[in-house]
């Protein structure tokens, strides 16, 4: 094609742009913000809390951009391979399994920096500062869009348009404004309370590099979890989660002394000295927009990242779930579509990727107390399951092996659906009492 356009430059548009980039003669991305500024920007107000890059992401990114960990780790990233990974539910420490996939630690404005230099760097791609305000279309096709910038309205024609503004991206306004369907959004509410702390890190190299500490709802603990990276310049990110009413870590001491509930590698960081302040983000629901079930689309255009879907961030999916969407871009324009066309055969492939993601987040979800559906059918059924897996993860590293491939979104949720996995984990139960 000649020309793609993607609004929004955070990570689901970059890793768009790099798909696009071998199959447009140019790639125009466009973002609120001027992504030749390195660091921190207002266009992601959750740039400040810990980003996880799962193994299945971190796949990705060495497939997008060979080479990626390591020069994340020359930027300062941490390796985590799983013997530096330590897990704990309910207080109890999850076996280690070994060969599991590697993955790294890093803030989220390194990790976000890097893809923004492997993309800038591509000789077609092009960016625009500037505020996208409507699509242009030509009948039934999709022919440009239209943005502001310092209260000069300007158009950029495109063959294609990618929508990855986010959550709040407003595509399903423009879509009906223009006198198209607007898609069905699915919420499911969860008001989760995230805070982030930065410590020194004393250890140059830390024998553990990633820790996580997970309380299942039935604990009642009034933090959900915790988890602490060795990040960038020495540092270590702690974060901590809470849901409804309890708002962990709002204040220093709160943050410290609550990181003290946690078991033992978490007093150290406690113990380490606090750089900056608590940061805090309110997460009120994980939503998604079902595009694909839309009788009138029109062609030329296609959404991805968070304003398809956008998940409880405990679970760490956004940006591994950003790069296979970028991964079904590939796939659909490599066999040629018609682009005169709606890209059916791109949103049927991102569909896997969103059933999958959303259905491992909310059935979690589903088990909080505070949450009250809706319940699928046979939900009391598969929570039992899911309970039994997730238990034999403390124990038994077959199970975990697997529970970890689904996790970390390697592999899809219904390898975990086999009879021979949930018998191997019913008996790891049986061995552990
Ligand atoms: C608290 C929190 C913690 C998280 N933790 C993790 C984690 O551990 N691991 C993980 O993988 N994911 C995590 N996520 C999710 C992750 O941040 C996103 O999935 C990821 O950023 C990909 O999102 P995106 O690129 O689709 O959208 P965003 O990152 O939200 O970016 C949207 C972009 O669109 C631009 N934009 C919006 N509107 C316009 C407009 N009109 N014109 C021009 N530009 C526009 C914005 O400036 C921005 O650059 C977390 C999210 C939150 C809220």
């Known amino acids: 094609m000649d020309k793609a356009v993607v609004l929004g430059g955070s990570v689901a548009g970059l890793l768009a742009a790099r798909a696009l980039a071998e199959h447009a003669q140019s790639v125009v991305v466009i973002d609120r913000d001027d992504l030749h500024v390195p660091g921190r920007r207002p266009g992601v107000p959750q740039g400040t809390q810990l980003h996880a890059l799962l193994p299945g992401g971190f796949l990705q990114l060495e497939r997008l951009f060979p080479g990626f960990g390591r020069q994340a780790v020359a930027q300062g990233a941490v390796e985590a391979p799983p013997e530096a990974r330590r ?27 890097l ?5 800038l760097r591509l000789p077609n791609v092009k960016t625009i500062t ?3 305000t409507g699509l242009v279309f030509d009948g039934a096709v999709t022919s440009g869009v239209r943005y502001e910038v310092g209260g000069t309205a300007g158009t950029e024609n495109a063959d294609l348009v990618v929508d990855a ?10 879509l009906e404004q223009a ?34 500490a997970l309380n299942s709802p039935r604990t009642s603990a009034a933090v959900a979890g915790a988890a602490f990276f060795a990040i960038e310049d020495g540092r270590w990110m702690a974060m901590m989660a809470g849901y409804a009413d309890n708002r962990p ?6 943050f410290v002394r609550r990181l003290r509930e946690f078991p033992p590698e978490f007093h150290e960081v406690a113990d380490s000295e606090l750089l900056g302040d608590v940061q805090t983000y309110r997460h009120a629901d994980s939503r998604r927009r079902d595009f694909h079930k839309l009788s009138r689309f029109p062609a030329g255009l296609v959404p991805v990242g968070d304003a398809v879907a956008s998940f409880n961030p405990v679970y760490g999916q956004g940006i591994t779930a950003a790069a296979l969407h970028a991964a079904c871009l590939s796939t659909y324009l490599r066999a040629g579509p018609d682009l005169r066309q709606p890209a059916r055969e791109f ?9 999958a993601a959303w259905s491992m987040s909310t059935s979690a979800d589903l088990a909080l107390p505070h949450v009250d559906g809706p319940y699928p059918r046979g939900y009391r059924f598969s929570r039992w399951v899911s309970r039994q897996i997730v238990d034999a993860t403390v124990t038994d590293i077959a199970t975990a092996r697997r529970f970890n491939d689904v996790v970390s979104l390697c592999e899809h949720p219904n390898a975990l659906a086999r009879p021979g996995v949930i018998l191997g984990a019913l008996r790891a139960n049986l061995r552990a009492r």
């Open 347 to 355: 949103l049927a492939l991102q569909q896997v990727v969103v059933d």
């Open 130 to 132: 500037a505020r996208a």
């Open 179 to 212: 006198g198209w369907e607007r898609p069905e959004m699915r919420r499911m509410s969860v008001h989760l309370n995230y805070a982030t702390a930065l410590f020194r890190r004393r250890a140059d190299k830390p024998q553990h590099t990633v820790v996580l």
């Open 115 to 119: 893809i923004r230099q492997q993309v």
């Open 87 to 113: 897990s704990y539910l309910d207080g109890r420490l999850k076996v280690v399994v070994p060969g599991d996939a590697d993955s790294l630690a890093g803030s989220r404005p390194l990790l976000e920096g």
């Open 249 to 254: 870590g709002r204040t220093p001491e709160d």
């Open 165 to 174: 503004m986010g959550r709040s991206s407003r595509l399903s306004d423009w």
